[in-house]
């Protein structure tokens, strides 16, 4: 029996019901046939030999159909084997051999066949039916894969509230939900602007255009799914929990992939989009009345991928930073996420107080404030903080090297920070030219972050308070863990018997016990 792992769950079921039909290898089709090409819709990743790997987005060319459940196909003309049909989608436009799947290829070997180089000269009207009727084929599978997901899913796990509360289906689903209801309206726009009579005047780009805001939902989505893999993957380890999903899959007759294939969909559907857009706009003339629509949505779609990537980063960073200002003492004021989301640069500088004395303190850049702390000593890591600066109120202002009037003293490579708002001045110095320019440059990156953020919406609170809520919590589980391991010490003290001693052993093992002063006995009177 062979097995299946997709992720991190691993099942012997999500194949077809039979066997790959031949154990015998399929030859390629004649130079002079044809060839047929489809797109992998999820992983396949197999332990069997006979059986073809890819990955979801991967191109491959399907040699024998025969079979309705089992085909036998190639990736890159250099592995061939079985597949499950129900993995895949045939790809539109099989005379037009792409460049983008011709670029795969290091070099395209001479014996490659003439149907694969050439970029045969189709109908562009008929290219340009193909790619609409795929974009629109994609997404009704699409939205289907959805409702199954939230009717087949959600819906029974509700109804379980042994087994699931609100908050673990949210981890799980995200906004799934949501994003469901979005897709079912766009797909009912894009079927709409279809045109029936001529499809290849159908104008779709307006429809992209019109719900690329919408787009944005996504984001929510694609941060939350690394939590949502893990507690999946959580429950899994749990028998009832696999029975449960296995027994909501088989009532909504859903194909044969795991549910966390199912989740993944929504992360892989917003990367293909501009990819979709970007194949319309191939094969719409300029001078079609939906060419410049096209264009534009293309561009929106990107924004879109660059916006959603952008956020992801800034949760990774929001995150780092709540635990960062964790291991900070004596923490005064506001939390740092309250109005920062990524740090800026950091270094150990100088910074001279009101009385002329130069300090090593380390100083953290972060978007709207600079924070600044003393290094403990006696912790390898520890720091202590010491204030911070509102870098939205505040003026950066180089000086030459040399005497500084104003605190009276003499410095090199060196900065003033004036708090506006304030009227408080800070004059630091670093121990370089080179380490000055950083500085001077990362105060110049901290605004153009700053406006980005501004503009974008790069992080909006309530993801700020998401992290915050879910960091205090593990925080306070924490704490309740080394409370409760301290008071089991505490009880196991008091429960040994007063005169109970030490085995005789035990001081014969111990050193001499040392005084304050290991050289000599005791310590010699001054003379």
């Known amino acids: 029996m062979y097995k299946i792992m997709h992720g991190f769950y691993e099942k012997e079921d999500f194949y077809p019901k039979h066997k790959h039909p031949s154990k015998v290898k399929k030859s390629k089709m004649p130079e002079s046939e044809n060839r047929t090409y489809a797109e992998a819709l999820w992983d396949h990743i197999t332990m069997d030999q006979e059986e073809l790997p890819f990955r979801a987005g991967d191109l491959l060319e399907i040699i024998d159909m025969n079979d309705k459940d089992w085909w036998y196909g190639a990736l890159d003309d250099h592995q061939e084997g079985w597949l499950p049909a129900t993995f895949v989608r045939l790809r539109v436009n099989q005379d037009h051999f792409e460049e983008d799947f011709i670029g795969r290829f290091s070099e395209i070997p001479e014996h490659t066949s003439p149907n694969l180089r050439r970029i045969s000269m189709i109908n562009p009207d008929q290219g340009r039916i193909n790619v609409i009727n795929e974009i629109l084929q994609a997404e009704q599978d699409y939205v289907k894969h959805m409702k199954d997901v939230v009717e087949g899913y959600i819906r029974h796990a509700r109804k379980r509230v042994d087994m699931f509360t609100e908050e673990k289906i949210s981890v799980i689903f995200g906004n799934i939900e949501e994003i469901f209801k979005f897709s079912t309206q766009f797909l009912e726009t894009l079927e709409s602007a279809y045109c029936k009579e001529q499809p290849q005047q159908s104008e779709l780009g307006k429809c992209f255009l019109k719900y690329s805001k919408g787009f944005e939902i996504y984001s929510d989505y694609c941060n939350n799914h690394p939590s949502g893999s893990a507690e999946l993957k959580d429950l899994y380890r749990k028998q009832k929990y696999r029975h449960f999903f296995e027994a909501c899959r088989l009532l909504q007759e859903m194909i044969e992939i795991p549910l966390e294939g199912?989740?993944?969909?929504?992360?892989?559907?917003?990367?293909?989009?501009?990819l979709q857009l970007a194949e319309l706009l191939k094969y719409t003339p300029q001078t079609h009345p939906d060419y410049v629509n096209i264009q534009q949505a293309l561009e929106a779609m990107k924004k879109i991928a660059a916006l959603i990537n952008e956020r992801k980063r800034k949760m990774e960073s929001i995150e780092k930073l709540a635990r960062w200002q964790h291991t900070v003492e004596d923490w005064q004021g506001k939390d740092l996420l309250e109005r920062s989301s990524e740090l800026i640069y950091s270094s150990e500088i100088n910074k001279i107080n009101s009385a002329g004395?130069?300090?090593?303190?380390?100083?953290?850049?972060?978007d709207h404030q600079l924070v600044y702390c003393k290094k403990d000593l006696l912790k390898r890591n520890g720091f202590s903080y010491k204030g911070r600066i509102d870098t939205d109120e505040c003026d950066i202002i180089d000086i030459e090297d040399g005497k500084d009037v104003q605190y009276n003293v003499t410095v090199k490579n060196a900065w003033k920070i004036h708090e506006v708002d304030k009227?408080?001045?800070y004059l630091l110095y670093a121990k370089t030219p080179a380490e000055k320019q950083r500085w001077i440059k990362a105060f110049q990156k901290e605004r153009e972050r700053v406006r980005e953020d501004q503009e974008n919406n790069f992080m909006p609170d309530h993801w700020k308070n998401k992290i915050l809520n879910r960091i205090k919590a593990s925080q306070e589980k924490q704490n309740s863990r080394t409370q409760s391991e301290i008071q089991y010490k505490q009880e196991f003290i008091r429960g040994i018997p007063s005169h109970a001693t030490l085995p005789r052993s035990y001081s014969k093992k111990q050193s001499k016990r040392r005084g304050w002063f290991p050289f000599g006995g005791k310590q010699k009177a001054k003379s």
Do not use: A, M, T
Not at 262 to 274: A, G, H, R, S, T
Not at 357 to 366: A, K, M, T
């Open 262 to 274: 199912f989740l993944l969909n929504p992360v892989q559907k917003i990367c293909k989009y501009p």
């Open 357 to 366: 004395w130069s300090q090593e303190r380390w100083f953290y850049l972060f």
């Open 423 to 425: 009227d408080k001045w």
